[in-house]
């Protein structure tokens, strides 16, 4: 059994919130690739019971969403209404402790999680806040009309905890709204411990904080990973280029540029993290300018895409196939060509080879393959 199965997380997303801007609810809106929502659920992750609380007009949204992963119940016509069902949808499911979210906030972390878990030992009930720092003022019809005494003032976050009879008892005696659970709670007569709360922990609430939700996952986790492909044929010739390094060999590679297989699928590579296209819409075989060139150009204008966007290459792994020529005695000058033009670490590029056991052309030699794959990172 999960050390978490004791405690049921309920998770309230059941407003029409339009503050944010926007046609949709805020909950449904997304912050990089996933809604709102579906963060703050997934930051719970660990916890086997989770019921979310949804408008009535959202639970075939929600179905779709969440695909049995948790447990949904319609809401009522305030939070507080809300959730009372969700409260009595766990009525004898056996949980001794509910931590009662926001949807509309994504960020919480593990440590916020925990600490309020912990304090549920010692209090009845617990809820992260943070001490307000900024003075606070009074004010009309844009003066100030007084400064206020911020001391003892703390800013009330989410997951708010609870013992679960309690809550549930304290609910059941409180019939009209409340600002929230912590409010339900004390009116009930529970003793409530403030834990400490972080400031990431925001509630999403206007447009602004849609942009700054997007910012701050973007210091976090904007990863970025590509792959590329590419195939030269053999002609004539006393080497290959492979990685920007002059190899002698019996044969040449076939090519519009330099041929070089390898360096045009990192480039690649780097394109399709983008989502930029390829090499050959950047540079068309058909502009007579790059005959001859140096695949260098391919590479180095790819990474300034990346950099220009503010994505540096965090790493790269090129595979070159081919029978001959050998390449493992080249393949840390290649890496360390390649880490050159990308502006990269030496130790984040890697370059190796494989034989094809002389299958296809690459084993009958007829040319040179190469894969690459590349991640970006937004720094
Ligand atoms: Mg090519």
Request: glycine content about 10%; overall charge neutral; proline content about 5%.
């Amino acid at each position: 059994m999960s050390e978490n199965a004791d405690t049921a997380i309920v998770i309230v997303a059941a407003g029409r919130g339009t503050r944010a801007g926007g046609d949709t609810p805020k909950q449904w809106r997304k912050i990089g690739a996933q809604s709102v929502l579906s963060r703050a659920v997934a930051a719970f992750a660990g916890f086997p019971r989770i019921v979310v609380v949804l408008h009535p007009d959202d639970m075939t949204r929600g179905v779709r969403e969440f695909r049995g992963r948790v447990t949904l119940v319609a809401g009522g016509e305030s939070r507080t209404d809300s959730v009372r069902n969700a409260l009595a949808s766990l009525t004898g499911s056996g949980v001794d402790r509910v931590l009662i979210h926001d949807g509309a906030r994504p960020f919480v972390s593990p440590g916020v999680i925990a600490r309020v878990i912990a304090a549920l030992d010692h209090a009845p009930a617990a809820a992260p806040a943070l001490a307000v720092t900024d003075a606070l003022w009074t004010g009309a019809e844009g003066r100030v009309t007084g400064v206020a005494d911020r001391s003892g003032l703390w800013r009330a976050q989410t997951p708010q905890g609870f013992h679960f009879d309690a809550i549930l008892a304290a609910y059941r005696n409180h019939p009209g709204p409340a600002a929230d659970d912590v409010a339900v709670a004390r009116a009930s007569g529970l003793d409530v411990a403030i834990v400490e709360g972080e400031e990431e922990n925001v509630k999403i609430t206007w447009p602004a904080d849609f942009a700054r939700a997007e910012r701050h996952l973007g210091r976090v986790m904007d990863v970025r990973i590509g792959n590329g492909y590419d195939v030269h044929a053999f002609t004539e010739g006393d080497h290959v280029t492979l990685c920007g390094v002059r190899v002698p060999h019996t044969k040449a590679l076939l090519g519009h540029s330099d041929a070089d297989v390898a360096m045009h699928a990192l480039t690649d590579a780097i394109y399709g993290a983008l989502a930029d296209g390829d090499i050959g819409r950047h540079f068309p075989p058909s502009d007579p300018q790059w005959k001859g060139a140096a695949s260098e150009i391919f590479l180095a204008h790819a990474a300034g895409r990346a950099r220009a966007r503010g994505y540096a290459v965090s790493n790269a792994d090129v595979t070159i196939v081919c029978e001959r020529p050998k390449i493992g005695p080249h393949a840390p000058e290649m890496a360390r060509e390649l880490a050159r033009i990308l502006d990269a670490d030496a130790d984040r590029v890697s370059v190796k080879a494989t034989t094809s056991e002389r299958l296809g052309f690459t084993g009958r030699e007829e040319g040179i393959a190469a894969l690459a794959t590349v991640t970006l990172v937004r720094s």
